[in-house]
């Protein structure tokens, strides 16, 4: 009687091979190969009862691999079936939301005095009010203000590729 390990040993290769020609994956096919060991030494008793080990191991794998197959078309299935129930106002909707979250997280991350500035300008404040409210001069506000356009520049130039792409 084999052990465990002298089956992987010797059955391995040829297994990995099977299950590549329904799974088209050397990682996939791995994976099989594994998951079924690993079941066979869960239930390492019921290995001494099977006669031809040789036959039960390739049916293993081919049920094993069928059972992937039929799990990935589902998957795939359904995949495609929520795609296509999206429509351009939904997409729309999340590229906008999730371009206003990210500019928010990005305004969050300025120095308090340049988002002050910032988040003031962006309420309608003019230059002199935002002076008035947060005890600067106007050129300081202006300074905060060119220095938060530089710094957003920066952290927000791959949303134009969300955008675009």
């Given at each position: 009687m084999s052990s465990l390990?002298?089956?992987?040993?010797?059955y391995y290769p040829a297994l990995k091979s099977f299950a590549i020609r329904?799974?088209?994956?050397?990682?996939?096919?791995?994976?099989i190969i594994q998951?079924?060991?690993l079941r066979l030494w869960e239930k390492s008793e019921t290995l001494e009862d099977i006669e031809e080990k040789s036959a039960y191991l390739y049916q293993m794998v081919?049920?094993?691999?069928?059972?992937y197959l039929r799990n990935k078309k589902f998957r795939e299935e359904n995949f495609e079936k929520y795609v296509a129930e999206l429509?351009?106002?939904?997409e729309d909707a999340y590229l906008e939301e999730?371009?206003?979250?990210?500019?928010?997280?990005?305004?969050?991350?300025?120095?308090?005095?340049v988002h002050a500035v910032?988040?003031?300008?962006?309420e309608g404040c003019p230059a002199k009010e935002v002076a008035e409210k947060l005890n600067i001069s106007v050129e300081t506000v202006k300074k905060q203000k060119q220095i938060a356009r530089k710094m957003l520049r920066d952290k927000l130039l791959y949303l134009l590729l969300l955008i675009v792409g």
């Open positions: 390990q002298d089956l992987f040993m010797e329904y799974v088209n994956s050397a990682e996939i096919a791995e994976d998951d079924i060991f081919r049920f094993k691999a069928i059972d429509n351009s106002d939904d999730e371009i206003y979250r990210r500019m928010m997280k990005a305004v969050d991350t300025l120095p308090p005095g910032l988040t003031l300008t962006l």
